[in-house]
């Protein structure tokens, strides 16, 4: 059972998440990105193709990544992982670390598919965390060179087209 010292670490760790997981919604990428009228539409005339994207800008986009990438790195002791390994530790009852659970499983499940955006590099399909991580840790919140890499090859693949142009 952790001790008195423990519980008040897990209770600062829980309020940070909490604060941070209101401030994820209270950003306007949900209501630009889900907007009845958001989505890319390519036109093509002739030879050329002309991108028209509505939904959630770049600036939307990386305020978005700032708070998010305290859920997925360790740093800050506030990942979905710690926060899931914290409430198995703590001494609550089943149904909430259950649910914990079940929810971390959805979300890793979701990361691990392919199913949101289909991109393919080399014949290799990326998955959801692949993408994530690429935009995240390659252009918006840091530039490791490998990822930096990757994205610059998607922005010159095809892709590009439903990637750049914001209205």
Sequence with gaps: MPTQFDLT????????????????????FASKAFAPNAGA???IHGSEAVTE????????????VLTLR???????????KQIQSLYEDL???DD??????????????ILNGTDCVSIAVNGQTLTNRD???????????HVDRHKRELFETIQRGPARLLLEKHV
């Design 9 to 28: 670490d897990a209770v600062r760790r829980l309020r940070l998440f909490n604060e941070k997981a209101a401030e994820l919604s209270s950003l306007s």
């Design 41 to 43: 539409t390519l036109h």
């Design 53 to 64: 994207k509505i939904g959630a800008d770049r600036e939307a986009t990386a305020a978005l």
């Design 70 to 80: 305290l859920f997925v790195q360790s740093r800050d002791n506030i990942s979905i």
């Design 91 to 93: 001494p609550i009852d």
């Design 96 to 109: 909430r670390k259950h649910w914990v659970r079940v929810n971390s499983a959805t979300l890793n499940s």
């Design 131 to 141: 993408i994530l991580d690429t935009f995240m840790y390659g252009d918006l919140a």
